[in-house]
């Protein structure tokens, strides 16, 4: 054990080290006023604590998974690794998460890998979903400044009713300007592509009313970005729940994962097909933007390094190296690849 900590507190210092270059290199980024944003679905980033009153029990350390401290400590730095590296020698000014227990891991994510030599602020809030897993955004704290964030739940579901991931919003300054961020976990499709459909349009239709609300307030030039699992690909019909074209509040939605043809055609892959369920979403202030911070369908693209794919044992082709395969430890990093974003300013 000693041994293990020695080489643990080696390992960041080395890291600490190369952040420190990382973020000198940055500021010369910075100069050019441009940053990114990143999307990832972490898969199940529990602790090894139980939570009495979520059903957390198959993270435990006598859980069907067996899970334990060494295998937390390995998946939190590696979620780290990926971060730092999806930055490119400057790391991403917003990353959106889901499938994250509690604030407690994020702690342990921001304050106990190298990402402390970042900066990264913490925005979380509980969820009830049933296995007690949350959406939640670190924000570097030299770039973005938060004005004011909430969880939003739908309404219209009678107290009690909704047992899944709220989503987040988060009103911010990057660099100078202003952005509204929404992070998305919509309800899975276990038992089928149909399971969870309603609640999903529900959902939909909830994230498509606060982004009208924001556009109609600002007469369109509102800056909205939504990311995240929405467990449904672009072409689902669902998704026009979201992005309405014929929407009378002047708040144009582009799925900028739509039509995407580079990379390795989706965030995750199953029965050996890639799916697309991994999204950003932004307003056409965002796109059409005279002043301020910009961006382009071309400057969208999965983050899908070598060392986060692996040979698919199933099927023909590569796979997300997972931390799990079914109920077998893998000790890789996620069923979903990551997707980025760069953003720009006039």
């Known amino acids: 054990m000693l041994i293990?900590?020695?080489?643990r507190k080696i390992a960041v210092a080395l890291v600490l080290i190369l952040s420190i270059h990382c973020l000198v290199f940055s500021q010369d980024r910075i100069d050019t006023l441009s940053t990114r944003v990143m999307f990832y679905n972490a898969e199940n980033l529990f602790d090894t604590e139980d939570d009495s009153i979520k059903d957390d029990i198959e993270f435990l350390p006598g859980g069907l998974m067996r899970w334990n401290k060494s295998r937390y400590y390995d998946k939190i730095n590696s979620v780290a690794k990926v971060i730092i590296a999806a930055g490119e020698w400057?790391?991403?000014?917003?990353?959106?998460?889901?499938?994250?227990?509690?604030?407690?891991?994020?702690?342990?994510?921001?304050?106990?890998?190298p990402l402390l030599a970042i900066g990264y602020g913490i925005i979380h809030e509980e969820s009830p979903d049933i296995r007690g897993i949350d959406v939640c955004m670190l924000y570097r704290m030299d770039l973005v400044k938060i004005l004011d964030h909430r969880l939003l739940i739908p309404e219209n579901l009678e107290s009690g009713e909704f047992h899944s991931r709220g989503v987040l919003y988060a009103k911010c300054v990057v660099l100078t300007d202003t952005l509204h961020v929404?992070?998305?976990?919509?309800?899975?499709?276990?038992?089928?592509?149909?399971?969870?459909?309603?609640?999903?349009?529900?959902?939909?239709?909830?994230?498509?009313?606060?982004?009208?609300?924001?556009?109609l307030a600002s007469d369109g030039k509102a800056k909205v970005l939504i990311m995240g699992d929405f467990n449904s690909t672009p072409s689902d019909p669902l998704m026009s729940e979201l992005i309405d074209p014929d929407s009378a509040s002047n708040c144009?939605?582009?799925?900028?994962?739509?039509g995407l043809r580079s990379g390795p055609g989706g965030t995750y892959r199953y029965q050996g097909t890639w799916e697309m369920i991994d999204q950003i979403i932004v307003s056409g202030g965002l796109?059409?933007?005279?002043?301020?911070?910009?961006t382009s369908k071309e400057h969208f693209r999965i983050f899908s390094p070598d060392f986060l794919l692996k040979n698919d044992e199933k099927y023909p082709g590569m796979v997300p190296f997972s931390t799990y395969r079914g109920y077998s430890y893998q000790g890789g990093f996620s069923d979903h690849l990551p997707v980025l974003l760069d953003l720009s300013i006039h």
């Open 4 to 7: 293990e900590m020695i080489f």
């Open 90 to 113: 400057n790391p991403p000014a917003i990353v959106g998460l889901c499938e994250i227990e509690n604030r407690n891991v994020l702690g342990d994510l921001v304050y106990g890998t």
């Open 182 to 215: 929404f992070v998305n976990h919509w309800p899975s499709r276990r038992g089928g592509v149909l399971a969870g459909e309603e609640l999903r349009r529900v959902m939909a239709r909830m994230v498509r009313h606060a982004a009208d609300s924001l556009c």
């Open 252 to 258: 144009s939605l582009k799925n900028l994962s739509d």
């Open 287 to 294: 796109l059409e933007s005279g002043k301020g911070l910009y």
